[in-house]
């Protein structure tokens, strides 16, 4: 079995650069309007970069990591909003299931399947899951990972005890900033825990070339009303999350 190299995507550049901080003997190559960092985390041979917002974004990034640089696993770091009211700003979801909330080819196909591959949901490499939720599990009950952040910043979202969640999400080209969106999700899909805009087509892609992928989600804002303030002012605390989350997953590996 040859060396495993990891591809890692982040949503927002205050992940990326907070990861790329890890990384030693890095090379840096510009293609399609991306920055791909390789080089080493620890032991662990990364390529690293920006996969831009959007399905259609993550999707080139995803395959041009495979294709490229010949990356044998996929990590996908990035921020949510939460669907299921148990969920609060600062928990994490770690994807079992993904789907296309916004893909409906009826009455050609049932809603939500991917033509020609007759599939609904995509499901999560289960070495990947239970890897990372193990770690992430780990550092949660140890408050390793908001000890980093500033008590001020802590108090601002209300974060006191995040908690893992492990379940369905959904990806679509929307931000879901009101109630009537979150409802018409819910109505089809009530099992869903968070909306984000990359994870299904990332899931879709690492499927089809039969690579394995992990999809880890901190929830920014609960998709209503306030969620691009919310959004906004929450992006330096999952730079802090990715950065713990992704170098303690690595180091397992």
């Known amino acids: ?110 809603r939500y399947e991917v033509p020609l591959l007759g599939m609904t949901w995509f499901p999560a490499h289960e070495d990947h899951l239970q890897r990372a939720g193990s770690v992430i599990q780990r550092l949660l009950d140890s408050g390793t990972l908001i000890s980093a952040i500033s008590p001020e910043r802590l108090h601002l979202f209300g974060i006191e005890h995040p908690k893992l969640y492990i379940g369905d999400i959904a990806s679509g080209d929307q931000f879901i900033s009101a109630q009537q969106h979150r409802d018409a999700i819910t109505e089809h899909l009530p099992d869903i825990l968070c909306v984000e805009m990359e994870g299904a087509a990332v899931a879709q892609v690492c499927y089809e070339y039969g690579v394995p992928c992990s999809v880890i989600r901190t929830i920014s804002d609960t998709a209503d009303d306030r969620s691009h303030i919310d959004f906004s002012r929450f992006i330096p605390v999952a730079g802090t999350y990715a950065v713990q989350m992704i170098s303690a997953i690595l180091a397992q590996m």
């Open 1 to 110: 079995m040859g060396e495993k190299i990891i591809g890692i995507m982040g949503a927002m550049h205050e992940e990326i650069d907070g990861i790329a901080a890890l990384m030693s003997h890095v090379q840096t190559e510009e293609m399609g309007g991306r920055t791909y960092h390789s080089g080493s985390i620890g032991s662990v041979r990364v390529v690293l970069t920006f996969s831009r917002w959007g399905k259609v974004a993550a999707a080139v990034t995803a395959t041009h990591l495979i294709l490229k640089y010949g990356v044998t696993d996929i990590i996908f770091t990035g921020v949510a909003g939460a669907i299921d009211p148990e969920l609060h700003v600062g928990d994490i979801v770690l994807a079992q299931r993904l789907i296309h909330h916004d893909l409906d080819g009826r009455p050609l196909m049932p």
